[in-house]
């Protein structure tokens, strides 16, 4: 029989947080061990587990440990937690967005050799086809206008959104020399770009639309989601998959592709 895969969340009591701790005691074969936070330390969560206070991850991590931690919390706090957990043997499904580049380098090295990471922007089955199709609709229309259009609710701190910085990436794979322009103002001609625009209204959950203009007609390629829900059991999808791999970073594809 398999045993319980022992899980640890950071940003416990935050929107996503508190979604995968409900996603993790649905699921028989996961046990929330450990859940920290920036604020609430005390507090129970499911299974009896309390919030630790984000100060104590070290010490909670080496007396619980977790086979894995998901972490969604902010950048800067998800460095140093990814930094942690790599140096205590434990695997890694992150989740937070708005990395900047040295970042990203910082966890790399600290996960490199060490663990086996999931890092994805966005969870959800559906933005990971998403991304499949930008790139085949990238492919054939090449020299159309391309502009990724993102909007989500009014507390998200980072923007263009983790997922919009992704599709981006995937588009210029294919086209490699166009430039990215991030909202536009003032007078100036439209060069050979992609256009990135982000609204921040209400509580949207997270829309993303790449559209391709061309002469005569539009296409347009659309995800919406309707409910973290999406994201959160994507993660503790890609929490019960990390837990046997080598060292190394994986994305959802890697998670989706062993179906
Ligand atoms: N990858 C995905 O599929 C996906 C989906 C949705 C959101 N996100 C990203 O996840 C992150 C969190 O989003 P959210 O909407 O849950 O935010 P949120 O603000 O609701 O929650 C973040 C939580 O982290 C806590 N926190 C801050 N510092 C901490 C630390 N050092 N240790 C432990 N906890 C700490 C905060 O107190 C808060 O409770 C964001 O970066 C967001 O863009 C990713």
Redesign the pocket.
Known sequence: MKSMTKVAV??????????VIQELAKAGDMQLVAG?????AGRPLPGGVTVSD??K?KEVLASTKPNVLI????????V??VCTAAEMGVNLV?????FSGDQISRMRSAIDGKVAAVI?????VG?NLFWKLIAVAAEALQDYDIEVIEA??N????AP???ALATVEVIKKVLGDAEVVYGREGIRLRGREIGVHAIRAGDI??DHTVLFAGPGERLEIKHQ?HS?T???S??VRAARWVVDKEPGIYS?ADVLRSR
Do not use: C, I, Y
């Open positions: 950071t940003g416990a009591l935050g929107r996503m947080g508190t979604l920290f936070d920036a604020a609430g984000a100060s991850l972490d969604f919390t902010v950048a800067a706090a998800a140093e937690n992150v989740g937070t967005t708005g994805s922007p966005n969870f959800s933005v989500h609710h507390q998200k701190k980072d959104s983790g997922t959950v997270g989601a973290r999406a994201f959160a994507g993660a959802m």
